[in-house]
């Protein structure tokens, strides 16, 4: 059902059976991560607010996590709370090949990687002094939010692989478990989904995507 899947930057990411899709670029995993999810998500906006409580759908491999781990390792006086969704469990075996700590050149935060997934579901972890981290065995469509989110990374299967992801129903949902002011960031700039967020009142950019190849989106709640 997951098997491992090279890219081509010399990474490997997951192939999912199901959906026949692959959980992060082709291009790479790091440099996805990085740009879509920290550059233009987290470190906009604690340009904003110093305290951010940060909602992935899905959690999957666990990368987007630690990417925003390493990221507040370096900036002590930030302070996050993340919460990842996910339906479906990744066999350890997997992510333990995926080996995104050294992959990162940060083999000093595979203890926190390995956390990351043993951890129980639900459970609340102070995995450094300012990054809290909890993952619900939850599906975006029965998740009641315990908290207003600031920034939300949107990585869901693609549109082509799993469309009622995508749907005005989901960013409704979202917009509605926001803080004002609140951004999503999602590695897609498909015509249709900017017009769903745009129909359920968020404000949306057409930003450069990783490697400047091909657009992203970042939605704003008023
Ligand atoms: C493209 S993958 C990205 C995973 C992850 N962000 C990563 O970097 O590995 C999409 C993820 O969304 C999860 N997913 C699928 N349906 C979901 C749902 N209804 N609610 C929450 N997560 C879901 C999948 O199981 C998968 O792990």
Known sequence: MLSLYPTDEGTFTLYHEGTEDIYHSRRGVLQESQHVFIETGLQYAFEKKKNLNILEIGFGTGLNALTTLAYMSQMPTQLAYYCGLEVLEIPSELWQALAYPAQMDRADLTAYFEQM????????????????????????????????????????????????????????????MMSAGGILVTYSAKGQVRRNMQSVGFITERLPGPARKHEMLRATKP
């Open 117 to 176: 997934h043993i951890t129980e579901w639900g459970q609340t972890q102070t995995l450094l002094p300012n990054f809290r981290f909890k993952k619900e065995l939850k599906s975006v469509f029965d998740y009641t939010a315990d908290v207003p989110f600031d920034v939300v990374y949107f990585d869901a299967f693609s549109p082509n692989k799993q469309a009622e992801m995508w749907e005005a129903g989901i960013f409704e949902r979202l917009y509605a």
